[in-house]
Structures are given as C-alpha cells and as structure tokens.
C-alpha cells in the first residue's frame, strides 16, 4: 500500500519541489482509481492546486503519467534504494547484480501498480503502450552498453550485445509478470535464488553459451 504524504504544499518558488509534490499526489490517485478513470482535476484536487499549475508543468495525463514513472524508476537509481553495479565486473556478474536490482524494484508497491496499470490498460490507451516501450527501451540501452563494455574487455569481441540484453530483459518481464499478476511475490531469498538461476540459465544455455572468459568468475 502507497501511504499519503503531508498534505502541506511547498513553497511556489520552489519549482522541483512543486513538481515533486504534484507526481506524489498523482501516484495516488492512478493508482486508486487507475489510468482511465483519473482526472486531472482529481490530481490538482489531490495536490490543491490550480489546474492552471498542473498544465503548466503537464500538459496532458500521459506527460504526467510518465513523469511518474520516471521519477519511481528514478529513485531506483539513488538514494537508499541504490545498488551500485560496479564496472569491473563480468558479465555474468553483471546480469546476477541487474537481475536482482530488477526483480526488487519491479515486486516495489509502486510498481506491481504501474505494472498492474499497464497490463491492464495499455490496449485502451496506446500512450500507456508508448510509455511501457520507452521504459524497454532505457533499460536494453544501459544493459547493452554495459554488456558491451565487458565483452571487449573480456573477449575483444561484442558479440550481439543488443541481442544479449533484450532476451535478458524480456526473461526478466516474463518472470515478473507472472509474479505480479498471480500475486505470488518473492521474498529477499527467493528472489536473489531466481536471478542467480536465471543468470545461470542464460549463461549455459543461452546466447552466451560457449562464450570464452565469461564464466571466469564464480556467481
């Protein structure tokens, strides 16, 4: 459950803290009364502000649904929910370190309810559709430069890095679709068992299989 925040605005001059504040409030209200059925005088309602204020910093309800999902993956990336993925690691190391990451933040509260929203609405909605590709596409971006990375300085090769990370990525939705819509979420264990497994499985059997130097390291 997302619990409310203060109800107290911030400050007008403070711009980022205004646009903070507007994400959290439209959270809550997407995720009481899903995409479809949220208004945008319902989140200016929420944050008590104008609707002028809200437009001028959202012109639609897709700009704000995105900034929200934005902003949670966002939180994802720093502060108490960062991990850090070091950079001289290899490859596999790499998908166990991003698969774990993936696997916490995907099962977080907010986003079993964005996930949920997007299973649920994007064939009504084709900005939802647009939005859930645009994420994809981020994380087979950051994964395949990564990959990148190790491979030449593992094997002088590149081998397919693009190919490498969209069949990673597309195991990991699959596993965390299921996981959501079936409620059957993963507690710390399990969920780092998986993403060892699931590494291991893709190392041995799939597109890295027989990959030179790429099991050097002991998951």
């Keep these: 459950m997302i619990e409310r925040r203060s109800r107290g605005r911030p400050k007008a001059n403070d711009l980022g803290a205004i646009e903070d504040h507007l994400i959290r409030e439209a959270s809550l209200v997407f995720f009481d009364k899903g995409y479809g059925h949220a208004t945008m005088a319902a989140v200016a309602a929420a944050a008590r502000v104008s609707k002028t204020t809200l437009y001028s910093r959202f012109p639609t309800k897709a700009d704000l649904f995105r900034a929200m999902v934005a902003k949670h993956t966002a939180e994802w990336g720093s502060g108490a929910n960062s991990t850090p993925i070091e950079t001289d690691t ?125 099991n050097e390291r002991h998951l």
């Design 90 to 214: 290899s490859v596999s190391e790499l998908l166990l370190a991003y698969g774990d990451l993936a696997i916490r933040a995907g099962t977080s509260p907010e986003f079993i309810h964005i996930n949920r929203l997007l299973y649920s609405e994007s064939g009504r909605f084709p900005e939802l559709a647009a939005i859930a590709e645009e994420r994809m596409k981020l994380g087979v971006e950051y994964l395949t430069d990564e990959i990148a990375a190790r491979l030449q300085r593992e094997t002088g090769e590149y081998r397919e890095p693009r190919e490498i990370a969209e069949l990673f990525l597309t195991l990991l939705s699959g596993w965390l679709s299921t996981a959501i819509l079936t409620s059957r979420l993963p507690d710390s264990e399990q969920r780092r068992a998986w993403a060892h497994q699931a590494t291991e499985l893709f190392v041995g059997a799939g597109p890295l299989a027989g990959k030179a130097n790429l």
